[in-house]
Nanobody, 121 residues
Framework: QVQLVESGGGSVQAGGSLRLSCAAS????????MGWFRQAPGKEREFVAA????????LYADSVKGRFTISRDNFKITMYLQMNSLKSEDTAVYYC??????????????WGQGTQVTVSS
């Protein structure tokens, strides 16, 4: 059973930084992709970034390019999202997700419980 547990959310002022973590367990993730999604109040969940575990190749939403960085730690089986230059519009619940195969913006089968990120202006 795949388990994804997010941590690292919190409140920060605009322009600040946060790092989210997603600890994965339950199977080998070498053939998986993992991603970050977010959902703001009253809005649909949207793609943020994804990473193909084996190759390390990455994919980003245009809204976060140049500000967010997705990465992984193979030993800890943990994915990270470093968020810099945060804006109020980044406020949302952030979810970690996993899928078999390469990084894409859709098609994720496993989800974490989410962690709140609040950016005040």
């Amino acid at each position: 059973q795949v388990q994804l547990v997010e941590s690292g959310g919190g409140s920060v002022q605009a322009g600040g930084s946060l790092r989210l973590s997603c600890a994965a367990s339950g199977r080998s993730f070498s053939n998986y992709a993992m991603g970050w999604f977010r959902q703001a109040p009253g809005k649909e969940r949207e793609f943020v970034a994804a990473l193909t575990w084996r190759s390390g190749s990455t994919l980003y939403a245009d809204s976060v390019k140049g500000r967010f960085t997705i990465s992984r730690d193979n030993f800890k089986i943990t994915m990270y999202l470093q968020m810099n230059s945060l804006k109020s519009e980044d406020t949302a619940v952030y979810y970690c997700a996993a899928r078999w195969g390469i990084a894409t913006i859709t098609g994720y089968d496993y989800w974490g419980q989410g962690t709140q990120v609040t950016v005040s202006s």
